[in-house]
């Protein structure tokens, strides 16, 4: 898709917005990280990956998999951005029978890929999902975004392990480096750096870049497909709960939902209701 | 009497599967020799995949081959696949009904020397709570392979429990396996045995030397234990006054549990044999079976203890 700097700009404003109406609506939820992979997520779904839309099980699809899953109401708020979601479901997030439960829920909503929310599984799925591609000799690419807490899990350093085995270059794993886990700051809760040297260490290709800076994501993301013989892993320094500014680097707002005051100031600083 | 490893049935029909299908990939953890997945690999060096000892990752990875339409065969030991990878199997695998098939080897006792940490006597009860997880316990090669055939050709998750020695053969090579189906082996009088897996010719054992005794005791090959075959156990239910689970698995939670969840009413007496909630120990498959009080003779004490006690 063709979109400008700009437009991806608004779009992430959109995004970010929804995903947080959710939140509010549902009265529980994931902001902080929601908010610092939402210009991640709006890249790829606006920018970089083939898909289409109306058949979520196109077989030369590239596919994005969210092993982060309680940063789901972003990808809910893509998926409204693209018709997949009505306006009504937003106010069914976290409730009994929604399409938009707490964590993705691929049997509900196919584009989702994989039910995430057991942290430290999406990369070995991903690493399955390139290696099947590989067999039979698609050139679809597979993309998985996992958070920096997350990757104190044991099963992400097997996955690295195998992917560089296999050599799966049309891997690509994006890191949510936030810098904050629920517990306060992963170098202190868990350290996971350096984390460019590890991935360096385990043979993956690794680009670290801003996670908020669209130029920066789309060319890592391009230099990722076009590198070969190796995954890559694109480390993206982010600020947890980034574009709401009584969110950023809070901890507490990892999961908080925001109450009514708050959802009045967010709606003042994202420039109005954007989801009309 | 012939005797054959279900492991080396295992690996006798991947690799005819391996020749019919394309879909078929198989992935193993490090134990493909002992897994019997080896022939397969050599063959189809394309479509397997050793990930090494990273048991989480092997189900993962799985999960995500199955899910670019390929049939994926899974192998390591059971306290492993079904222990170690509990998650993994439930959230990548079962919950999005991913079409891998779970056939760990090396079950309960006949791990044998390696002794308690290489025996699982829990992973049925593991398995089978898992919603839309199959579950099934074959009693020797044949049926293994009737299985393995089986298995491939329905979508969606299975766990399959394979042992590790040479036990003897009891079905004929016609045999058909039906899921959720048990099959009568034997009828009787007094009671019935109900059992899976290697217990299966052990209760065969046991019913040929109580009928030298007066005692008359049909068997019941169970190797479906989840879905279990709801009528048939309602129908003996019906008709003996004993019913006796037999397996080697921890009586918490394994065939004994999943045939009282089948009941509808207790009319016949349940009589449990199996591993008595407890941990694995070193010892050949034999010295265990008869150190578990599962050896043919043991079990005939106790079923003969019951009855009679049960006449005063």
Known sequence: MNYSLDELKEIAKRVRYN???????????????SLSSADVLVTLYFHTMRYDVENPYWEDRDRFILSKGHACP???????????????ELDTLRKPGSRLQGHPDIKRLPWAEFSSGSLGQGLSFAVGVALGGKIDRRDYYTFVMIGDGESQEGQVWEAAMAARKFGLDHLIAITDRNGLQIDGLTEDVMPVDPLAEKWKAFG?????IDGHNFSQIIEALEKAKTFRGAPTMIIAHTIKGKGISFMENIVDFHGKAPNSKEWERITIELGGELNG | MVKEAMRD??????????KERPDIVVLDADVSKSTKTVGFAKNFPERFFDVGIAEANLMGIAAGIASTGKTVFVSTFTVFASGRAYDQVRQSIV?????????ATHSSITAGEDGAMHQSFEDIALMRTIPYMRVISPCDGVETRAVIRKIASIPGPFYVRLARPPIPVILNDSYQFELGKGVVLRDGVDGVIISCGIMTHIALEVANILSNEGIDLGVVNMSSIKPIDRDLIEALAYRYRYLISC???????????????ALPYMNSRLIRIGIEDTFGDSGRFEELLEYYKLDPLSITYKIKEVMVSDRV
Do not use: C
């Open chain 1, 19 to 33: 995903a947080l109406y959710m939140i509010t609506k549902a009265g529980s939820g994931h902001p902080g990280g």
């Open chain 2, 247 to 261: 397996e080697d698995h921890n009586i918490i939670g394994g065939l004994g549990s999943a045939i009282l969840e």
């Open chain 2, 95 to 103: 919950y999005p009904e991913r079409n891998v098939k779970i056939v």
């Open chain 1, 204 to 208: 993956w290709n690794v680009i670290e």
């Open chain 2, 9 to 18: 049935a295992y690996g006798e029909v991947l690799l005819e599967l391996g």
């Open chain 1, 74 to 88: 972003t990808l809910y708020a893509i998926f409204y951005e693209l018709g997949i979601i009505r306006r009504e």
